[in-house]
């Protein structure tokens, strides 16, 4: 525990000088959640966590994934549980550093001992135990001023975690139960959940009172044609509306012969348009949600049971493009 300890007197002396100086910034691509997260931080923690926050919002660069890291970094040797907690998700997935898991397990160690909800479920997630946490295992980042060691294009390449579970372990508490039952009925249905998670993410963000402007209803945002197609008769019961999310995926995934691209597509426009159109339809909206969807999922094929329907007639003349 000889380290461990040491981290703790680095963090607490750091907090109590007030090493290094950073400049306020803010930014409207802040989740609502994270900052309310951030207000019960330290003006210049909270100023770090901000930075850090919009700078993974460009999902796609390894460059600011490593720039937010180095923040995450610093936030860390100020004492900050979240920053800690966020740089052990930089390391568990491999976004900007290289994947480490051992890094990864030791800093939500930490960021658990001081009473982080959201690192304690990390390491449940992951199944380490604590007394199983190499505590010599730290980034020097954390402990000096340095800059930590940047991903190669290769690692950053090679990272096959979807960005949706980076997702889902930053819900809230009171949003979990979701993705448990998500599990359960997905496995049912021979879906893959984290699509299923993918498209409640789009689809609700969890609000299982969601309701839309075209009378779209629930988690899976579910119309009245097809809650009643799938027999769901209160589209408000997180239950019945997953159930019926699922079916109705599981027979685009049917229809389309595995191919996710259109699935999605389907899913918000209806299979007509995509038939019509052979290929993804020329919404924005569409077009915007196909692209979340699968930057979350990050799979374009998907197992499908052939005998559920026969195959779309357009399929063969379909372009994805």
Not at 221 to 232: E, G, H, M, S, Y
Request: charged share 25%; net charge neutral; hydrophobic share 40%.
């Amino acid at each position: 525990m000889k380290t461990l300890i040491t981290t703790f007197i680095v963090i607490t002396l750091n907090l109590v000088i007030g090493v290094g100086i950073s400049v306020a910034y803010t930014s409207s691509e802040l989740k609502p959640s994270e900052l309310e997260i951030f207000d019960n931080e330290p003006p210049i923690i909270k100023d770090l966590l901000e930075r850090a926050s919009v700078l993974l919002t460009d999902a796609d660069s390894m460059d600011s994934a490593w720039k937010a890291a180095n923040l995450y970094c610093e936030s860390a040797r100020y004492g900050s549980a979240e920053g800690i907690y966020r740089l052990g998700m930089l390391y568990a997935f491999g976004r900007g550093v290289p994947a480490n898991r051992d890094y990864a397990a030791n800093l939500f160690g930490i960021a658990s001992t001081h009473g982080h909800f959201e690192a304690q479920k990390m390491l449940e997630t992951t199944e380490i135990k604590f007394s199983e946490i190499k505590t010599n295992d730290t980034p020097i980042c954390v402990l000096e001023a340095v800059a930590p060691e940047k991903a190669s294009a290769q690692d950053y390449a090679n990272a096959q975690s979807p960005k949706i579970d980076t997702y889902i372990a930053s819900l809230p508490k009171n949003k979990r139960w979701v993705v448990d039952l998500v599990s359960t009925i997905a496995d049912w249905y021979k879906v893959d959940e984290k699509l299923v998670l993918s498209i409640i993410t789009a689809e609700s963000n969890f609000k299982v009172s969601a309701k839309s402007n075209k009378e779209a209803q629930g988690l899976m945002q579910l119309i009245p044609a097809t809650a009643d197609r799938f027999n769901v008769k209160n589209a408000y019961n997180a239950s019945q509306n997953i159930k019926g999310g699922v079916k109705y995926l599981r027979w685009l995934l049917s229809y389309f012969r595995g191919d996710v691209t259109l699935a999605v597509a389907a899913y918000n426009a209806g299979e007509g348009a995509v038939d019509k159109y052979k290929g993804v339809p020329p919404y924005k909206e569409t077009r915007a949600y196909v692209k979340k969807v699968l930057g979350l999922y990050q799979s374009k094929r998907h197992d499908f049971d052939a005998s559920i329907t026969q195959a779309s007639p357009a399929l063969k003349k379909v372009s994805t493009q």
